[in-house]
């Protein structure tokens, strides 16, 4: 009889082991709903506002200033190789027969003055002429206002300026941004610190957390932009000064073609005189008038040769910043769509946690 009531008990009695396995389940469980955030949902809600996209940021197309240079004339050219060949007056050919009539015409009609300085003129006169340090002689103040007026025949015989592009005319922007002052103002925003139930402060803590992973990329981005803007400015700093070298050489090396040139006429002086006074008298003209012509020449293309290359670093510094504002401004409207669209989810979240009476 005992043997069979201990046998139905059994039946109601569950081993050892699995009721310890049982009661550790039931604890377990009971401690994790403890823990669960029951405004988890908040947070959640939030991830639909996606992250700020990457503003691409390439570097604008550099287009290096074409400085030109000062031509020698073939004109002038050529007659120097024919008057160096020449052995008499018959071998000189009409087009520098022509070049020398032009020539003489010309200063013909100038002052006595000019004359007597052209004619006493040396070497080292000439050289004097075609430095920039120095003043030119007053005798010359009627042959500077004469080329202003030459005739095109004349100036054709006498040196010559080009100029190019300047490096920012490639850069420039059909449309700059605006200023980005005050373009980071505090946006409004709906935190509302008055609800202080649990439902309201989970939802504007996941606000505020929502917000502060925005300006940080944000601010990521900026950090980007400034970098570029400052780095690009030095660049053009760093352009304008190597450009000003290289012209320096570059200038030097055309007062040199035209010191050359002006030597040459000079050197067949003496020459034209063995061949007629005529012709010598207009080497000494040729030779005076081509080096003041120089002069002026080299002077106006220095000037504006370094106008240029300040125009083209000028120009090339508003290109950057144009690119900085117009980008900061792109950035900007991704950052304040999406505050809207956070303000927008804790006013909705808000209402909801008040309808509900917080959650309490």
Not at 90 to 105: G, H, K, P
Request: glycine share 6%; hydrophobic share 35%; with cysteine.
């Amino acid at each position: 009889m005992i043997k069979r009531r201990n046998m139905q008990l059994k039946k109601f009695l569950i081993p050892a082991p699995l009721m310890l396995v049982l009661l550790l389940l039931t604890q377990c469980g009971k401690k994790d709903l403890e823990t669960l955030d029951p405004y988890d949902y908040q947070s959640k809600k939030f991830e639909a506002v996606t992250d700020i996209p990457a503003v691409e940021d390439p570097d604008p197309e550099v287009v290096e200033p074409s400085i030109g240079g000062i031509e020698n004339p073939p004109l002038t050219l050529a007659t120097i190789t024919n008057l160096e060949t020449a052995n008499s007056e018959a071998e000189i050919n009409a087009q520098t027969s022509s070049n020398l009539d032009l020539v003489f015409n010309f200063a013909d009609g100038l002052s006595a003055e000019f004359k007597s300085a052209a004619n006493s003129i040396d070497a080292a006169g000439l050289e004097r002429i075609l430095d920039l340090d120095q003043e030119l002689d007053e005798a010359y103040d009627e042959l500077v206002s004469a080329l202003e007026q030459a005739p095109e025949e004349v100036l054709a015989v006498l040196p010559s300026m080009t100029l190019g592009m300047g490096a920012g005319e490639g850069n420039r922007l059909k449309m700059v941004g605006g200023s980005t002052e005050g373009i980071w103002e505090e946006l409004s925003n709906f935190r509302i610190t008055a609800l202080t139930d649990a439902c309201s402060d989970a939802a504007n803590q996941a606000y505020d957390n929502k917000i502060m992973s925005l300006d940080h990329q944000r601010d990521s981005v900026i950090a980007v932009l400034d970098e570029n803007y400052g780095r690009r400015v030095r660049e053009a700093d760093e352009r304008y000064t190597t450009r000003s070298s290289l012209f320096d050489t570059h200038y030097e090396s055309q007062e040199e073609e035209l010191r050359n040139v002006v030597n040459h006429l000079f050197g067949l002086i003496n020459k034209m005189n063995g061949f007629s006074v005529v012709l010598g008298q207009t080497m000494r003209y040729y030779a005076v008038i081509y080096a003041v012509q120089g002069r002026l020449t080299l002077q106006t293309y220095g000037d504006q040769v370094m106008e240029l290359l300040e125009e083209s670093r000028d120009q090339e510094k508003a290109t950057v910043l144009g690119l900085y504002e117009m980008r900061t401004e792109e950035l900007a409207g991704y950052y304040e769509e999406r505050i809207n669209q956070s303000n927008e989810i804790l006013e909705r979240s808000l209402k909801t946690c008040h309808d509900q009476g917080g959650g309490n």
